[in-house]
């Protein structure tokens, strides 16, 4: 069991989807494309990043408690809020397209050994995990045991299948155990290769927080969004359905506290989640009512009701203002946006600097 940081708070999100083959698809080369044979020799093939659902469905997650993260140190902080810790071609499509929230940092598994990079961030996430193909640890757990005294046999060419195991979870003075379905060999003997590949970089990841070092005036959230069972206690266990209908104005709206009605405000305050001002308006264009909190409003179970008190996961409350902001010469402007009640100042000055205009005052509608 890893040894428990006093500020530091650790949620697991289970069930949560695959990211590590659907981000990236290599494209053949003209040879293909002009009707010849196939081949895959010569040079290596490029990879395309392509648009994933479940990847921006992700993104957005990391947006909201990432861009609250960066609102809560306020404008004049330069550092990075938040920390993405992923596989390589995530890493590489949220770079792409700008997905993350502006002050946060992502790097990928297997670069991140010994790094410092992370260990003044507030939030970080460790999304996947490294699982390498059954042939590759297969083919290393022969090698490893290739001369065996106990002539340890290895079977090969299996499918791996999903076992229930039990992620540790601290519930008061109490560690109980949250069932989750995990990827497992056939063969022990791969299996344990395997276990200590992915547990490894799991771990590793973790630790770029530097929790041990952590103290009253920087504690950090960790947030684990991957299936994987190894000798961490964590303080909260949610599902991933439990975060999977967030959308751009609910991320939006936990992030900076605002969420503007005008399509036009909404792409200046958040570009990130938008690849046009009419992507926005299309966006916009389809949601009704007002926005949802980050996490449900009735708590799933115990094990996941310790993540509603924490101040990066509370849950926002909307409700309809007008945000007017004016400079000394010109007519005031008026926004209609949703504001969280609990943040309401934080959120119309937010509004106001993000547009470049003077807050003159804000006001709720009835």
């Given at each position: 069991m890893r040894c428990r940081a006093e500020h530091v708070f650790r949620l697991k999100v289970i069930g949560g989807p695959n990211t590590s083959s659907k981000t990236a698809v290599p494209i053949r080369g003209a040879a293909r494309r002009r009707g010849k044979k196939k081949t895959l020799k010569g040079k290596p093939q490029k990879?395309?990043?392509?648009?994933?659902a479940n990847v921006e469905a992700i993104a957005r997650v990391i947006y909201a408690v990432g861009g609250r993260a960066t609102s809560l140190r306020g404008p004049e902080s330069m550092e990075p809020a938040a920390g993405v810790i992923t596989n390589k071609e995530t890493s590489q499509y949220w770079l792409k397209h700008n997905a993350?929230?502006?002050?946060?940092?992502?790097?990928?598994?297997g670069n991140v050994r010994g790094a410092n990079t992370f260990k003044k961030v507030d939030v970080l996430f460790t999304v996947a995990h490294h699982l390498p193909p059954p042939v590759e640890n297969e083919r290393s757990t022969a090698a490893i045991l290739a001369r065996d005294p106990q002539c340890r046999e290895i079977l090969k060419g299996c499918v791996m299948y999903k076992e229930t195991q039990y992620i540790p979870v601290r519930l008061h003075d109490i560690v109980l155990g949250a069932p989750v379905d995990t990827l497992v060999h056939p063969c022990n003997h791969v299996n344990e290769k395997t276990r200590a590949t992915v547990v490894g970089q799991n771990i590793q990841a973790q630790g770029r927080g530097r929790a041990v070092r952590r103290g009253p005036d920087d504690p950090l959230l960790e947030v684990t969004i991957n299936n994987i069972v190894d000798a961490t206690?964590?303080?909260?266990?949610?599902?991933?359905?439990?975060?999977?209908?967030?959308?751009?104005?609910d991320a939006v709206l936990h992030a900076y506290?605002?969420?503007?009605?005008?399509?036009?405000?909404?792409?200046?305050?958040?570009?990130?989640?938008?690849?046009?001002?009419?992507?926005?308006?299309?966006?916009?264009?389809?949601?009704?009512g007002p926005p949802r909190p980050l996490l449900p409003a009735v708590t799933p179970n115990l094990l996941g009701a310790a993540a509603?008190?924490?101040?990066?996961?509370?849950?926002?409350?909307?409700?309809?203002?007008?945000?007017?902001?004016?400079?000394?010469s010109r007519a005031p402007r008026k926004a209609r946006v949703w504001l969280d009640e609990r943040r309401a100042e934080e959120g119309a000055a937010n509004l106001a600097r993000k547009l470049g205009m003077p807050l003159l005052r804000w006001q709720w509608i009835d």
């Amino acid at each position: 069991m890893r040894c428990r940081a006093e500020h530091v708070f650790r949620l697991k999100v289970i069930g949560g989807p695959n990211t590590s083959s659907k981000t990236a698809v290599p494209i053949r080369g003209a040879a293909r494309r002009r009707g010849k044979k196939k081949t895959l020799k010569g040079k290596p093939q490029k990879r395309r990043l392509r648009r994933d659902a479940n990847v921006e469905a992700i993104a957005r997650v990391i947006y909201a408690v990432g861009g609250r993260a960066t609102s809560l140190r306020g404008p004049e902080s330069m550092e990075p809020a938040a920390g993405v810790i992923t596989n390589k071609e995530t890493s590489q499509y949220w770079l792409k397209h700008n997905a993350l929230p502006p002050t946060a940092i992502t790097n990928h598994f297997g670069n991140v050994r010994g790094a410092n990079t992370f260990k003044k961030v507030d939030v970080l996430f460790t999304v996947a995990h490294h699982l390498p193909p059954p042939v590759e640890n297969e083919r290393s757990t022969a090698a490893i045991l290739a001369r065996d005294p106990q002539c340890r046999e290895i079977l090969k060419g299996c499918v791996m299948y999903k076992e229930t195991q039990y992620i540790p979870v601290r519930l008061h003075d109490i560690v109980l155990g949250a069932p989750v379905d995990t990827l497992v060999h056939p063969c022990n003997h791969v299996n344990e290769k395997t276990r200590a590949t992915v547990v490894g970089q799991n771990i590793q990841a973790q630790g770029r927080g530097r929790a041990v070092r952590r103290g009253p005036d920087d504690p950090l959230l960790e947030v684990t969004i991957n299936n994987i069972v190894d000798a961490t206690t964590f303080d909260a266990v949610i599902e991933w359905r439990d975060l999977a209908g967030l959308d751009e104005r609910d991320a939006v709206l936990h992030a900076y506290g605002v969420a503007p009605v005008k399509p036009a405000d909404m792409f200046k305050l958040a570009p990130e989640l938008f690849t046009a001002p009419a992507q926005c308006q299309h966006v916009l264009r389809k949601l009704r009512g007002p926005p949802r909190p980050l996490l449900p409003a009735v708590t799933p179970n115990l094990l996941g009701a310790a993540a509603y008190a924490h101040p990066l996961l509370t849950a926002a409350v909307p409700r309809l203002a007008v945000v007017i902001m004016k400079y000394p010469s010109r007519a005031p402007r008026k926004a209609r946006v949703w504001l969280d009640e609990r943040r309401a100042e934080e959120g119309a000055a937010n509004l106001a600097r993000k547009l470049g205009m003077p807050l003159l005052r804000w006001q709720w509608i009835d």
